[in-house]
C-alpha cells in the first residue's frame, strides 16, 4: 500500500482487528465490497492517513472503474473467445462493448450477462464460419485460377457470404423459401454483368460446406 501500512494495521485501525479484519480491507481495495458507501470508504483513507487530495484522488478513481458485475461479464466475454487470434479477440470484445439490446428491452443483471456471453460466443462462432468461408473462397479462386486481386474475385467472396446467409436464413424454414433465396441469388451475378460460371461453382461449394457444416451439428 502507498501509506506503508499492512492489511492487518489498515484493519485494526478500522477497529476489525479479528480474523475477518484483512479480508475486509482486500474487499475493499479491489472494489468488491457491495453497497461500499462514503463512510465506509472514507474511514479506510483516513485510517491509511490520507489528506484531502488523495481522497479526491481515490474517489474518482473507485467510481471511475467497472463495477464487480462488469468485470465479472468482461471476463466470461474474454474466456468465450479465447483461442482467436488477437484481432479476433478484440473484435469480439469490440461487439460487446458497442452493441447494446433493443431499445424498450429491460433486463435483469443476470439476463444482461447471459445475452452478452451467449453473443459472444455467437460472434466467435461467425469468425470460424467466415474463416470456413474464406478458405472455401481461395480454394475456388485456384480451381478457376482467379487471382485474388482481380475483381471478379471480390465479388465472388462477397457472393459466397450471400450464399451461405441465405441458407443460414433459411435453415429451418419450408424448403420452397430456401429455393425461392436461391432462386434470387441466380440472379445476382447477372444483374452485376458478370459472367455467371464462376458463380455457380462458388455456389456448389458454398453449399457443400453448409451441408458439411450441418452434419457435424456446428449450427446447433
Partial sequence: MQAGLTQGEVALRLGRAGPGGKSYVCRIERGGFPGLGFHVLGGFLQAC?????????????YFGRPSAFEERTRKQVAEAAAGLPVLKQARV????????PAVGRRETPDEQRERRVREARGQVRSIGWERRLHRVWNDVLNELRIGCKEPLAAYLGAYGRK??????????????????????????AAAQGLPPEPFVRMKQAVLSLFVDMERRGEFD
Avoid at 492517513?49 to 478513481?61: E, H, K, L, N
Avoid at 450464399?163 to 445476382?188: G, H, I, Q, S, Y
Fill in 49 to 61: 492517513g490520507a489528506g484531502p487530495d488523495s481522497i479526491t484522488d481515490t474517489v474518482a478513481w
Fill in 93 to 100: 470484445t469490440y461487439y460487446d462493448t458497442f452493441h447494446k
Fill in 163 to 188: 450464399v451461405f446467409a441465405a441458407l443460414r436464413r433459411t435453415r429451418k424454414a419450408r424448403p420452397v423459401w430456401r429455393e425461392k433465396a436461391m432462386a434470387e441469388l441466380d440472379n445476382w
